[in-house]
T-cell receptor, first 113, second 114 residues
Framework: SQTIHQWPATLVQPVGSPLSLECTVE??????LYWYRQAAGRGLQLLFY??????ISSEVPQNLSASRPQDRQFILSSKKLLLSDSGFYLC????????????FGQGTRLTVV | AQKVTQAQTEISVVEKEDVTLDCVYE???????LFWYKQPPSGELVFLIR??????QNEISGRYSWNFQKSTSSFNFTITASQVVDSAVYFC???????????FGTGTKLQVIP
């Protein structure tokens, strides 16, 4: 069966520090991968998606970047965090077949102080 | 562009009451798909249902039922005889545009009071 792992679960970082959140998927190959952010009391905003190794599409201009160094690994990064980067970050994967649902990781709650 | 609107921000019901969560979507694609997810306090999104644009049959799964109406671009979710464990944030989502992107609504927080 497929599983998705996301870590860390919580993170408190000072403004201006770097960020690296990692997500890995097991039990499938060549998935579509996604990073979403959920601000407090709001819906999910798609940040990045990837259809293959090294292929990253950005949905919104921001202080963050994403990379996919391996087929089932998706990394969210920042060189210098801003207060506005605080939120709940969710990684997700989907099969490439049509009409498939996304499966989500446990999420990372990031607080920038 | 695609958009999902969940006009109900928060709903409170007493246990055993029925409750309907509304979802209205917008898309120019003729082929698309719709989802409902549940987000319990733990934070992880749990997939509930998927519905394709060419299948307007309503679906029932236990206490859950979904009403898909293309004429009104709505995909509403009803919980019958609600329970405290149903308390969560529920998200409606729309997938289209080459099946690579899924757009979520802002969610409806449901509180079931014992």
């Amino acid at each position: 069966s497929q599983t998705i792992h996301q870590w860390p679960a919580t993170l408190v970082q000072p403004v201006g520090s770097p960020l690296s959140l990692e997500c890995t998927v097991e039990g499938t190959s060549n998935p579509n991968l996604y990073w979403y952010r959920q601000a407090a009391g709001r819906g999910l905003q798609l940040l990045f998606y990837s259809v293959g190794i090294g292929q990253i599409s950005s949905e919104v201009p921001q202080n963050l970047s994403a990379s996919r160094p391996q087929d089932r690994q998706f990394i969210l990064s920042s060189k210098k965090l801003l207060l506005s980067d605080s939120g709940f970050y969710l990684c997700a994967w989907r099969r490439k077949a049509r009409y498939t649902e996304a499966f989500f990781g446990q999420g990372t709650r990031l607080t920038v102080v | 562009a695609q958009k999902v609107t969940q006009a109900q921000t928060e709903i409170s019901v007493v246990e055993k009451e029925d409750v309907t969560l509304d979802c209205v979507y917008e898309t120019r694609d003729t082929t698309y798909y719709l989802f409902w997810y549940k987000q319990p306090p733990s934070g992880e999104l749990v997939f509930l249902i998927r519905r394709n644009s060419f299948d307007e049959q309503n679906e029932i799964s236990g206490r859950y039922s979904w009403n898909f109406q293309k004429s009104t671009s709505s995909f509403n979710f009803t919980i019958t005889a609600s329970q405290v464990v149903d308390s969560a944030v529920y998200f409606c989502a729309l997938g289209s545009g080459g099946y690579q992107k899924v757009t979520f609504g802002t969610g409806t927080k449901l509180q079931v009071i014992p």
